[in-house]
């Protein structure tokens, strides 16, 4: 394929060749069978789409694949995949989910959140987690949680 | 939402050909549901692993010969944990080791008697069936033990997963016994004996989620994450107005974007619309982007019906004027009339709550299969039954032939409870043959919702030389949710009367609660405390004005008009009490007293400094038979931006099975409530719902909800009542007094973001 587009997620390679303006979100979910990418709102505002483009927090939902040439995708399924996580297991501790359907999303942004903020204070996670919306309203313990998280070892 | 309303659908079903869904009450346990017959008859797609088990002797457990234990979930898991908590019960009876137990969840079938999981009830109207299914299998446990040694059963108790002889020492596990117990016959009733609260293991201590693990690793499925092999994905478009109809559609451009294989149209409901799809025009596709993207494509012309011309703003004004003019008398005492003199110390107030929209984080989705004459659905829905009834009807097939398998849902709020759009799925999947997933867009979710009511409300009081009310009157007009059942339905039935209006708990000697009349525009239905959120905002805010009016102290003078403990007498009143008896679920004001009182000691109420800007605000609401009492701190900057520190809520919900759970769902109303207050909007030009998606029908972000909420749970023994809506109604009010504390401004109408809370320049 001369114009597919060659990416990774998560370790494995991948090369799409199919209408570059797909959102990346559908082709994980469709095509690639990786559900725990949550759909929610199609326009990137509620974040249940979020997953790591180069490390980076991003929503999948508006980003065509035709942009990620090169790149490294993660998502949740390759989060804790050998060993959950420290944002994970907080999110455990503390009851976080309700519903559940966000909280993928809300993990990969905290996580993102926790690498360039790694104390962050009330402010920094009002910023970096206010892109991210539940409807159950886990946030307090979201808050508890990210919090908890800052103070285990990586 | 509650248990008596799927009594009064009932009703409004009657003509429907898939009524029988709804027949099954929700406190009634089946006979059919005890023997280990009760499933044989079942073909293996509508077994549970549970009725598989070597030993089953009832639909809700199953022991196989190792040891495990299967325990059915029959209500739907929307984030309330009831999938783990009412299993958990079962496990405490049977003294099973909850390590040891899977959970099953069950498809739609009438054997269990109601599946609809809304009305906060599944604890109130399980809690003494599951126990006794626990028990039942615990008790022939013992039985077969004792059989095995030759000594009596009174002699064998059980321990964790065993079987105990004291006596001698002898223990067998449950797997060892389950072979033995089978083929026992199983005991009446009566012959099972329940274990004293002091034995509990795990009621009232509670459990994590089942599903912790699989909800922070994205490997738990959702409605949106179904899949079967050579399925197709649809999306639809909708008529645009409420009642409107497809005049001619051009698919040409559609069909050329790739991977789009058809259109296909469906027919539009005929009234009322219950639980019928919308009707419109369906693009398949080979992905859900693609059907998205085809369905762009459609050119179409619409007839828009009867609702053409509807205009919220114009109905606002309409639904306002009915409320200020007398209506049908719903409880009265005294005479309201004689007092109201044009002497009298009389002081009036209107509220007005919009309609409002569920947005669940998952939007709407199924997947349907119709293959030999019967549909499987996967589907994200509180109600399974109602998904057999509607696609039943809808096709023209039996009940039985209904598979509803349901996955766990991303959010339900009581959109869910509405099965439309699995009966779309249904009907798409009827037409072509194959598995057919329909995922609405979040666009399709906010547009074509069951609204909740827009409601207009007037109240009146008379008061003494203390500021006291001698007489008080109460009017709400909103249009009611038995209108997708009924076209003509303009009155608020019963049940949602009884939502915190026919039971306005104030000990007034005079008093009057009426309501009005109201035409439905567009399909109403329950959302979260439902009735609750607009009775409870006029009343619990009026009382807040009538306390600053009189220069009182707020939470004071709300307990003075309670007054003193009683139980509410509906004697000649119409009171469905959700369902629930009055003898075992009375109205009790000392309970409401209580968690007032406690209220105003945990949140320091007259007691903390704050600075300017800063209010408390106080309110109380009894909903779903659980007594609420919320006190809000609120900060309100000059340019009017909101910020709650603080929120402290006391609750008395009876018995609490599990309570961290429990918190979770107070801490979770909370931050629902922030969203109807701050934001929560749905209006409609020419019949079109202006609100699209999370811009322009904002919900509360993590910066926006409060920062702590503070949940204390009164420790009881009362009967177990709702936990996961009753924390709604009260905050609203709460957080609106603060704000008139913070800022001088009186909230009469939602949302906030209508009001200007900055300082005028």
């Known amino acids: 394929m001369a114009n597919a587009i060659q990416f990774k997620v998560n370790g494995l390679a991948h090369s799409f060749d199919g209408d570059p303006d797909t959102p990346l979100l559908w082709y994980l979910r469709d095509t690639l069978g990786?559900?725990?990418?949550?759909?929610?709102?199609?326009?990137?505002?509620?974040?249940?789409?979020?997953?790591?483009?180069?490390?980076?927090?991003?929503?999948?939902?508006?980003?065509?694949?035709?942009?990620?040439?090169?790149?490294?995708?993660?998502?949740?399924?390759d989060i804790g995949a050998n060993g959950l996580h420290p944002v994970q297991k907080m999110w455990m501790q503390f009851n976080v989910p309700q519903c559940g359907y966000c909280q993928s999303g809300q993990i990969m942004q905290a996580i993102a959140l926790l690498k360039s903020k790694p104390k962050p204070s009330d402010d920094d996670i009002d910023e970096g987690m206010a892109a991210n919306i539940c409807r159950c309203g886990t946030y307090q313990r979201i808050r508890a949680a990210i919090k908890a998280a800052a103070q285990e070892p990586a | 939402m509650s248990a008596i309303e799927n009594v009064s659908r009932r009703g409004f079903l009657k003509g429907l050909a898939g009524a029988g869904a709804f027949v099954l009450g929700a406190c009634y346990a089946p006979e059919m549901l005890w023997g280990q017959q009760s499933n044989d008859a079942r073909t293996d797609d509508a077994r549970t692993d549970a009725d598989k088990a070597a030993f089953h002797p009832n639909v809700f457990v199953g022991i196989e010969t190792d040891g495990t234990v299967w325990i059915v979930a029959h209500r739907s898991e929307?984030?309330?944990?009831?999938?783990?908590t009412l299993p958990m019960v079962l496990a405490d009876e049977l003294d099973a080791d909850w390590k040891r137990v899977k959970i099953d969840q069950a498809i739609g079938d009438r054997r269990y008697g109601d599946q609809n999981t809304d009305g906060s009830h599944s604890i109130r109207s399980f809690f003494d069936v599951v126990r006794l299914s626990g028990a039942t299998a615990r008790l022939m446990l013992i039985q077969a033990a004792a059989q095995q040694w030759e000594v009596p059963a009174s002699e064998c108790k059980t321990d964790l997963h065993v079987v105990v002889h004291s006596a001698s020492g002898r223990r067998l596990g449950y797997g060892e016994l389950a072979t033995a117990a089978s083929k026992l016959p199983v005991p009446t009733k009566d012959q099972v004996q329940l274990k004293p609260k002091s034995a509990w293991r795990y009621i009232g201590k509670g459990m994590t989620s089942y599903d912790l693990t699989d909800l922070v690793t994205g490997k738990a499925v959702y409605g949106m994450?179904?899949?079967?092999?050579?399925?197709?994905?649809?999306?639809?478009?909708?008529?645009?107005?409420?009642?409107?109809?497809?005049?001619?559609?051009?698919?040409?451009?559609?069909?050329?974007?790739?991977?789009?294989?058809?259109?296909?149209?469906?027919?539009?409901?005929?009234?009322?619309?219950?639980?019928?799809?919308?009707?419109?025009?369906?693009?398949?596709?080979?992905?859900?982007?693609?059907?998205?993207?085809?369905?762009?494509?459609?050119?179409?012309?619409?007839?828009?019906?009867?609702?053409?011309?509807y205009d919220s703003d114009q109905y606002k004004k309409e639904l306002q004027e009915t409320a200020r003019?007398?209506?049908?008398?719903?409880?009265?005492?005294?005479?309201?009339?004689?007092?109201f003199t044009p002497t009298a110390q009389t002081f009036e107030g209107e509220y007005y709550v919009p309609l409002l929209a569920h947005a669940p984080m998952e939007p709407l989705v199924a997947l349907a299969e119709f293959k030999d004459g019967k549909v499987h659905a996967w589907a994200p829905t509180q109600n399974p039954q109602a998904v057999q009834a509607i696609v039943s009807s809808e096709l023209g097939i039996s009940k039985e032939d209904v598979i509803c398998h349901v996955t766990l849902l991303g959010g339900g709020f009581g959109r869910k409870s509405k099965p439309d759009y699995v009966a779309e799925a249904a009907v798409l999947a009827h037409k072509v043959g194959r598995p057919v997933k329909v995922v609405w867009t979040r666009e399709d979710d906010i547009q074509f919702d069951y609204y909740n009511a827009v409601a207009a409300m007037y109240m009146k009081a008379a008061l003494d030389s203390n500021g006291k009310p001698t007489a008080w009157l109460q009017r709400s007009v909103f249009p009611p949710i038995t209108s997708i059942f009924d076209v003509n339905a303009v009155y608020g039935d019963p049940p949602h009367l009884a939502q915190g209006w026919t039971d306005m708990p104030y000990d007034v000697p005079n008093l009057r609660i009426e309501n009005g009349p109201a035409k439905a525009h567009v399909r109403i239905g329950w959302l979260r405390s439902v009735a609750n959120i607009y009775h409870g905002f006029a009343v619990q805010t009026f009382t807040d004005e009538l306390a600053h009016r009189a220069k009182r102290d707020p939470a004071d003078y709300l307990l003075e008009l309670i007054g003193q403990p009683r139980t509410i007498d509906f004697k000649g009143v119409e009171y469905p009490n959700y369902g629930a008896s009055l003898e075992t679920y009375p109205w009790e004001t000392g309970r409401l007293r209580r968690?007032?009182?406690?209220?105003?000691?945990?949140?320091?109420?007259?007691?903390?400094?704050?600075?300017?800007?800063?209010?408390?605000?106080?309110?109380?609401?009894?909903?779903?038979?659980?007594?609420?009492?919320?006190?809000?701190e609120v900060e309100v900057n000059d340019q009017g931006d909101i910020r709650i520190p603080r929120v402290d809520i006391v609750v008395d919900a009876g018995l609490v099975v599990n309570p961290e759970v429990t918190k979770a769902q107070f801490e979770g109303a909370a931050v629902f409530g922030t969203s109807v207050a701050r934001s929560g909007e749905i209006t409609a030009k020419n019949g079109v719902i202006e609100q699209s998606n999370f811009d322009s029908y904002p919900v509360a972000r993590?910066?926006?909800?409060?920062?702590?909420?503070?949940?204390?749970?009164?420790?009881?023994?009362?009967?177990?009542?709702?936990?996961?809506?009753?924390?709604?109604?009260?905050?609203?009010?709460?957080?609106?007094?603060?704000?008139?504390?913070?800022?001088?401004?009186?909230?009469?109408?939602?949302?906030?973001?209508?009001?200007?809370?900055?300082?005028?320049?």
């Open chain 1, 34 to 77: 990786l559900t725990g990418t949550k759909f929610g709102c199609g326009v990137g505002l509620c974040g249940a789409c979020t997953i790591h483009k180069n490390g980076d927090a991003i929503r999948a939902c508006i980003t065509p694949v035709s942009s990620l040439a090169g790149t490294e995708i993660r998502t949740i399924e």
């Open chain 2, 78 to 84: 929307m984030g309330t944990v009831i999938r783990t």
């Open chain 2, 225 to 309: 994450d179904a899949h079967l092999d050579g399925m197709v994905f649809a999306s639809i478009e909708h008529p645009p107005v409420f009642g409107g109809k497809l005049k001619s559609v051009d698919n040409t451009d559609a069909l050329k974007v790739s991977g789009v294989s058809q259109t296909i149209v469906i027919d539009p409901f005929k009234p009322p619309p219950a639980f019928q799809p919308l009707g419109g025009v369906a693009v398949l596709a080979n992905s859900t982007w693609a059907a998205f993207q085809g369905r762009k494509k459609l050119k179409i012309d619409w007839d828009n019906g009867p609702n053409a011309t």
């Open chain 2, 325 to 339: 003019n007398p209506a049908k008398v719903i409880r009265a005492q005294g005479d309201v009339d004689k007092v």
């Open chain 2, 595 to 632: 968690v007032i009182e406690m209220v105003i000691e945990k949140s320091g109420w007259g007691k903390r400094k704050l600075g300017k800007g800063s209010g408390l605000g106080i309110a109380a609401h009894r909903s779903f038979l659980t007594y609420v009492a919320t006190v809000v």
């Open chain 2, 702 to 761: 993590i910066n926006e909800v409060p920062y702590q909420t503070n949940v204390y749970l009164v420790e009881s023994d009362a009967p177990p009542a709702g936990v996961g809506e009753p924390g709604v109604p009260p905050f609203i009010p709460a957080l609106c007094n603060a704000i008139y504390v913070a800022t001088g401004k009186r909230i009469r109408e939602l949302p906030l973001s209508r009001t200007n809370l900055g300082k005028e320049s």
